[in-house]
């Protein structure tokens, strides 16, 4: 079968890889409909992670189930599926209280597996024709209706980047009523929109730099805060004190609260310095947020941060070590949660909301392309800007 194997840096190709079998009575072999580019593979495309060469890449794989193994009880062949990105034994101690994205069982190496990631285990990933789905059981997300019709970008977004949007949204606890400032209007920021859209939020920012991102994130609802227009922070403050809400000064003592009650970080480590537009200052985003979130506001932190980096700005940048005002985190009392999303947590609800036509996270995908062209595809993506908010690649089409 054909797969998307990663070469070295800015470098993968379409090679012809061995199709996988069912391993285990518990697995599942999952034929692609669609699988997607993620942000997160940009870390490995550009070298940015322990990724080796060889890995086959893809976490987010929606499709039809080609064969189960005989322990295999929820599911058949002809089943539609989408898969979370994290593997998760659904049995262990992290599973079982809903933590499905640090299984103790699917990977040897560390808490946490998933398919086609840098130390994420020994699994292949989906930008192939075929995929092994290991504890078929609990990974598998039934879902209605057939490959290819209305709902099929919905459901891709499934895999990871609506539940990890999401998620953004419940670490940062965006209930009725609440502001929130998303950082990053990738796929996952724009993710973030929907949901603390769904959840109730009165004012949505959003910051990024790409005039196609902030559009789409001004039709999702939200107001686009350009950072190469200025600080973002201070263009934030100057919308609130005006709006509706914020300049009507309705809260008493709204003055020592100019920002935001929520934020969410859906950018990470390869953040943009402000200073010069051309260099990365991975503490970036954690700056901003300090100064834009009120006293006792909340903040997500669902962009990646990694603990290997071969091309940190700096020898701590390299080890994971980020510096960044805790000091004026703590003397606010925030709130703060970061983390890999635990799908399986959140995917069923979401997968209902898009049924039931409350949610569609998939008018944010701009390009479906045939598997073959995922050289381009990759480097088109890599330059985070021209159109590309998302990359679906379509392994069964001719
Ligand atoms: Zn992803
Ligand atoms: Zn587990």
């Known amino acids: 079968m054909r797969a998307v194997v990663w070469k070295g840096p800015h470098s993968v190709e379409v090679q012809d890889v061995k199709e996988p079998q069912i391993q285990e009575d518990t697995d599942a072999i999952l034929k692609l409909t669609s699988t997607a580019i993620c942000g997160s593979d940009l870390h490995m495309y550009e070298g940015r992670t322990s990724a080796k060469p060889g890995t086959v890449f893809g976490h987010e794989n929606l499709g039809v189930i080609e064969e189960v193994g005989k322990d295999v009880k929820t ?12 593997i998760s ?3 262990c ?25 840098a130390d994420m285990g020994p699994y292949k990933g989906g930008q192939a024709e075929y995929v092994r789905v290991p504890y078929a059981d609990f990974n598998c997300l039934a879902l209605p209706g057939t490959p290819g019709d209305s709902f099929e970008d919905d459901f891709i977004c499934l895999a ?15 209930g009725p009523g609440d502001t929130v400032a998303i950082f990053g209007a990738g796929p ?17 920012y959003v910051v990024d730099k790409v005039p196609e991102r902030l559009s789409k994130a001004a039709e999702l609802g939200a107001i686009p805060i350009d950072f190469s227009k200025g600080d973002p922070v201070e263009q934030i403050f100057s919308h609130r004190s005006q709006s509706k809400v914020g300049g009507q000064k309705l809260r008493p003592g709204s003055e ?5 009650d929520c934020a969410i970080d859906a950018v990470g480590y390869e953040a943009i310095d402000r200073s010069d537009l051309s260099r990365q200052n991975p503490s970036q985003v954690l700056q901003d947020i300090s100064r834009v979130t009120n006293p006792t506001g909340r903040v997500g932190i669902v962009g990646v941060y990694l603990a290997q980096d071969p091309g940190g700005v700096n020898d701590e940048a390299k080890q994971g070590n980020f510096t960044f005002p805790l000091g004026k985190m703590f003397s606010n009392g925030l709130s703060i ?31 479906h392309l045939p598997l073959d062209a995922a050289p381009e595809a990759y480097a ?19």
């Open 75 to 86: 599911f058949k062949a002809g089943d539609r599926v989408v898969v979370p990105f994290n």
């Open 188 to 204: 996952v920021g724009l993710m973030s929109v929907i949901s603390s859209s769904l959840r109730g939020a009165s004012e949505i």
């Open 93 to 117: 101690f992290n599973c079982t209280r809903g933590y499905t994205s640090a299984c103790l069982v699917t990977n040897p190496e560390m808490a946490s597996a998933a398919y086609g990631y």
């Open 256 to 260: 020592k609260m100019p920002g935001v």
């Open 160 to 174: 990871d980047i609506f539940p990890t949007g999401y998620y953004g949204t419940d670490l940062a606890q965006v």
């Open 337 to 367: 949660g970061m983390g890999q999303a635990p799908v399986k947590r959140y995917n069923s609800y979401l997968r209902d909301l898009i049924v039931a036509n409350k949610a569609h996270p998939g008018t944010i995908i701009s390009h």
């Open 380 to 398: 088109d993506f890599g330059k985070r800007g021209d159109g590309y908010t998302k990359i679906i690649l379509k392994p069964q089409a001719a």
């Open 89 to 91: 034994c659904g049995f």
